[in-house]
């Protein structure tokens, strides 16, 4: 529901079915680059990456075209499948800064000489810093103000929709002021960096199975990792349920290593 709102309201689709898939994305080999979408969505049989960016890190538009590819490669076509087949694949992004300087709702698409080479790929981004939100004619206007507005407090009083107040519970991490978002997003990127190391797991593990057996040991030497991670994760006194998002792991779990 809460989804479905959002996609209408920053993009103006209108959505039957949502199917959410698996988010890292798939690599050939270990020595390939991870990468992890904020969401990967079947939306009525098209693929759809919805990405987040509150803080202009310089390299969101390399970094969308990297997503997409991928998602290409991996999603949109079945094996012996015609060429002709290839299933449209669809990128929303909300950005907080200026990345493009137009409208709000910017639409692209990859061109040769300004004509369209494909209609296969579709970038749409929503720039929330474009948005008045002194402007309640939109029809984004309260959606909007979830994101930009830092005052929690002072939300309650701009919102009178009953769905966008819940909404707002569901992304409060993206009210907070630059500096702690920074922080939040710092931690989400040693998430993914330490996620490309978890084959070093599966080594611990085959020594741990010379003793206990094979299977046993590449689970223990994963779950020796991941416990490893939230106790750094502890240390930097990050939210107990973004360590159980990251890792996986149980609120109980992560609350006995304290």
Same mark, same amino acid.
């Given at each position: 529901?809460?989804?479905?709102?959002?996609?209408?309201?920053?993009?103006?689709?209108?959505?039957?079915?949502?199917?959410?898939?698996?988010?890292?994305?798939?690599?050939?080999?270990?020595?390939?680059?991870?990468?992890?979408?904020?969401?990967?969505?079947?939306?009525?049989?098209?693929?759809?990456?919805?990405?987040?960016?509150?803080?202009?890190?310089?390299?969101?538009?390399?970094?969308?075209?990297?997503?997409?590819?991928?998602?290409?490669?991996?999603?949109?076509l079945k094996v012996s499948e015609d060429y002709r087949n290839l299933r449209m694949i669809?990128?929303?992004?909300?950005?907080?800064?200026?990345?493009?300087?137009?409208s709000v709702k910017n639409r692209v698409r990859l061109k040769s000489k300004n004509k369209?080479?494909?209609?296969?790929?579709?970038?749409?981004?929503?720039?929330?810093?474009?948005?008045?939100?002194?402007?309640?004619?939109?029809?984004?206007?309260?959606?909007?103000?979830?994101?930009?507005?830092?005052?929690?407090?002072?939300?309650? *009083? @701009?919102?009178?929709?009953?769905?966008?107040?819940? @909404?707002?519970?569901?992304?409060?991490?993206?009210?907070?002021?630059?500096?702690?978002?920074?922080?939040?997003?710092?931690?989400?990127?040693?998430?993914?960096?330490?996620?490309?190391?978890?084959?070093?797991?599966?080594?611990?593990?085959?020594?741990?199975?010379?003793?206990?057996?094979?299977?046993?040991?590449?689970?223990?030497?994963?779950?020796?990792?991941? *416990?490893? @991670?939230?106790?750094?994760?502890?240390?930097?006194?990050?939210?107990?349920?973004?360590?159980?998002?990251?890792?996986?792991?149980?609120?109980?779990?992560?609350?006995?290593?304290?």
């Amino acid at each position: 529901m809460y989804l479905k709102k959002l996609l209408l309201d920053f993009f103006d689709v209108k959505c039957e079915t949502v199917e959410y898939l698996n988010t890292e994305l798939i690599r050939s080999n270990k020595n390939d680059k991870i990468g992890i979408v904020d969401l990967l969505l079947n939306i009525d049989n098209n693929i759809v990456i919805l990405e987040l960016q509150n803080i202009d890190r310089h390299n969101f538009k390399e970094r969308l075209l990297f997503y997409s590819s991928s998602i290409i490669a991996n999603h949109c076509l079945k094996v012996s499948e015609d060429y002709r087949n290839l299933r449209m694949i669809k990128l929303y992004a909300i950005i907080n800064y200026n990345l493009l300087d137009n409208s709000v709702k910017n639409r692209v698409r990859l061109k040769s000489k300004n004509k369209i080479f494909t209609k296969k790929l579709e970038y749409q981004i929503f720039n929330l810093a474009r948005v008045d939100i002194n402007n309640k004619n939109n029809s984004y206007y309260e959606m909007a103000n979830l994101f930009k507005t830092n005052n929690l407090n002072k939300l309650t *009083r @701009i919102i009178e929709n009953n769905l966008n107040m819940e @909404i707002l519970n569901k992304i409060k991490y993206y009210n907070l002021d630059s500096k702690e978002y920074k922080k939040m997003d710092d931690i989400a990127k040693m998430m993914m960096e330490e996620t490309e190391h978890y084959e070093s797991a599966y080594e611990d593990g085959i020594e741990i199975g010379i003793e206990r057996g094979l299977s046993e040991g590449i689970s223990q030497g994963i779950s020796q990792y991941k *416990r490893q @991670i939230a106790k750094n994760m502890l240390i930097e006194n990050v939210d107990i349920s973004l360590i159980s998002k990251y890792t996986n792991m149980s609120i109980e779990e992560i609350e006995s290593l304290r």
